[in-house]
């Protein structure tokens, strides 16, 4: 016994003529809410002092708050951060993400006497969070050779 797709024939036909187009669906989310920050001076990384974000390079409803972003919205955000080498890191020297003061698990990155540090992580912020990029060091400074000191970038995704 045969195992055919049509139960009549074994043999394919001619492909028929295209049907009619579909209606249009609804619009998809948009990036409404993002913001893109850093900082191309010289700093000194210190436990309990954010990491300073000085410049906006484009932004909209996200605004540099003091060194920290307040958070408009509530959703699912993505959010890109890092540093610049740290010439004079040791073992123990981080950066991570803060919400409202607290370090958010999962966000802690080495600091490196090499190269940059960067993450990327996605998360669910409620209106009104602030956000930091906060480091664990005793008074280490971030190089300014070819690259920003730190930069974080958010964009909200859902």
């Known amino acids: 016994m045969f195992n055919y797709p049509n139960q009549y024939c074994c043999c394919r036909g001619p492909r028929g003529p ?14 409404e809410t993002y913001g893109s920050f850093y900082n191309s001076a010289e700093q ?14 484009t932004a ?11 958070i408009p919205t509530t959703g699912t955000y993505l959010i890109n951060y890092g540093v610049n080498t740290v010439p004079n890191a040791v073992a123990g020297n981080n950066i991570f993400i803060a919400i409202n003061g607290i370090a958010v698990a ?5 600091l490196s ?32 050779i070819g690259a920003p000191t730190a930069f974080l970038s958010i964009t909200q995704v859902a």
């Open 106 to 110: 999962g966000t802690q990155r080495a």
């Open 18 to 31: 295209q049907g009619p187009q579909g209606p249009i669906g609804p619009a998809g989310p948009g990036f």
């Open 113 to 144: 006497v090499s190269a940059g540090t960067s993450s990327s992580t996605i998360l669910t912020l409620t209106a009104g969070n602030i956000l930091t990029l906060m480091p664990t060091a005793a008074g280490v400074a971030v190089s300014t």
């Open 60 to 70: 909209n409803n996200l605004a540099l708050a003091g060194n920290s972003i307040v």
């Open 44 to 57: 000194s990384l210190t436990t309990g002092i954010p990491v300073a974000l000085t410049t906006t390079i």
